[in-house]
Structure formats: C-alpha cells, structure tokens
C-alpha cells in the first residue's frame, strides 16, 4: 500500500512540509491560455475514486505520526461536491487527528454551486485556506487568457469564503497583460484585491517556457512582454494602489527575480522603495541572479 500519485504534482510554496493528497488529478478549467500544468494526457481531468482516497487517507494516518498539514491536489481540488469532500475532511480528522489545517487549490467556479452552508460545513471540517489564482482584476485581460472568470465573480467567491472563516491567498500575475495593458491590469488587479481583503497576497511572473502561441492568440498576436524594468514599474503600480487592512505579501516564487515580503498596508511604503530602487538601480538592488530561476 501506498499513496498514489499522476506525475506532474503541484502545490503553493507555502505547501513544502504538507502531505500531499491527490483527491482529483488534472483541472477540471484547464484552458487558461498561459498554463501548461496540467496539459499532458494522463492529467486529463478525472477524480480519484472516494474509496481509494479514503484507503490512503487511513494508511497515512497509520504510518506518519505528527502530520500537521494537508494539501489536497491538484489543479482544484474544490470542483469536488461538498458532500465527498466533507467525507475526506472527516477522514483526515478521524485518521490524522493532528492536522490542523487543510488547503487547496480553489477556482472561483467551485464556489459557485456551493452554499454558505456547505462553506461552512466545510471550514467547520477542516478545510481552512484556498489558493485562488485570481491571476488578474482586469476583465478584458482574463477574457484574453481564457480564464473563464470575471473579476466580479472572483471578488464575489473571495467574500463568501472571507464569510465562513476560510482564509483566502490570491496570486497576481506580474507582466500578465504584457506592455500594451500593464497599467489597467495592475490597477484593477489591485482593486480586486482592496474589494476582497485576502489574507495573503502573492505575485508571480509570467512565464512560458512551452512557447507563446496559444497565449499570443488570446491577445490576437499583439502581446509584447514587458522588460524587467517594465515588471518593476508595474508591480510598483500595483502596490500603489492597494489598500489593504492586514494581508500577508509575498513576491518568493522562483519566477520573481525580487523578492519582497511584508505586511500590507503596513510595510506598503518600504515595499514602494525596495521596487523603486530595483527600477533606479537594478545593479544594486538585491536580485535573483536569472540562473537561479527555473525558467
Ligand atoms: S484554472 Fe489554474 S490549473 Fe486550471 S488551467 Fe487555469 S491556471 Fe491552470
């Protein structure tokens, strides 16, 4: 008996230390435009058969004591009715009492069949933080990348899960939009995050190493992408304009060449000027040397 797993897995950073279970494999959206995660045949989206999660579940419980955190993969592991994954959350609790915190991958969408009562179910089971790749506050921007979501739907997922007490982290793709609309991307991405208040807020950068054919489509072959001075002075666009009451920010993925950490708004002004000086003098701001990322 083991765990198992359909290569590639994917998990947040922020996962490192969790046991990974795979409840679904693949995505059930899976035509974001920039996304190649899951675009292999044996990631075709399909869910684990509940008994077999469940076997897994109790030997896991048997072998590995101590076990604080679970993440369950992959791409939206949410897409799952609320009733199979109240049988999973409830299996974690009765097989590896110790976790004390469940998370997930979540799109906007998963919620939408979802009530406040079965968000409530699910917090009350364990289920404690979403990743929500809101990618874009900018409705022309996620029409382009095919992500099958507004931004009003996104504000309105992030508030209901904001009611239940599950904590929301939100990614924002820096150079998303490209140069022709850095600017509305950073500002309604922005606003997107001043409307939902996440607990945690990431950014990322764009990157392709499939190649840009299907993404260029999207913006009708008219995607420039932005220098790194051009990400810089957009990512400093959007931190201008959040205002935020107590959310966590990271820039630390591998595709950020500056990593920035602080507590928004409250570090917003020494953030401002760790961006602004990468932008005056990228030669004597603290990078990542390009070798380090892995792309
Ligand atoms: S929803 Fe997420 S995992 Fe699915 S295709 Fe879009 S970016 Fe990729």
Redesign the pocket.
């Known amino acids: 008996m083991t765990i198992r797993y359909i290569d590639p897995v994917f998990r947040p950073p922020s996962e490192a230390r969790s046991l990974i279970l795979q409840v679904t494999n693949g995505?059930s959206?899976?035509?974001?435009t920039?996304?190649d995660?899951?675009t292999q045949p044996q990631k075709r989206f399909s869910i684990k058969p509940p008994e077999e999660v469940l076997r897994e579940i109790e030997w896991a419980g048997q072998r590995y004591h101590g076990i604080r955190r679970v993440f369950l993969a992959d791409?939206?592991a949410t897409a799952l009715s609320t009733r199979r994954l109240l049988d999973i959350l409830h299996a974690i609790r009765t097989h590896l009492p110790q976790v004390t915190r469940v998370a997930s991958?979540c799109?906007p969408r998963n919620i939408v069949g979802k009530s406040d009562e079965d968000l409530k179910k699910l917090y009350a089971a364990g289920l404690k933080l979403v990743y929500v790749?809101a990618?874009s506050g900018d409705d022309m921007v996620l029409r382009c990348i095919d992500?099958g979501e507004t931004r009003q739907q996104t504000i309105t997922a992030l508030n209901r899960l904001a009611d239940t007490g599950i904590r929301r982290s939100i990614m924002i793709i820096n150079g998303l939009a490209g140069a022709r609309f850095s600017e509305q991307h950073a500002i309604h991405s922005a606003q997107l995050a001043n409307e939902s208040q996440p607990d945690y807020l990431a950014t990322l950068v764009i990157n392709l190493p499939h190649g840009d054919a299907r993404f260029q489509r999207g913006f009708d072959g008219q995607y420039e992408s932005l220098s790194q001075k051009g990400l810089f002075a957009e990512l400093h666009q959007f931190m201008q304009a959040l205002e935020l009451k107590s959310s966590l920010f990271r820039s630390d993925h591998a595709s950020n060449q500056l990593v920035l950490k602080g507590v928004l708004n409250k570090d917003k002004d020494k953030l401002l000027a760790q961006i602004q000086h990468a932008i005056n003098q990228p030669e004597h701001a603290d990078l990542r040397p390009v070798w380090i990322r892995p792309f």
């Open positions: 995505c959206w899976c035509r974001c920039y996304c995660m899951y791409g939206d991958y799109s790749g990618e992500k």
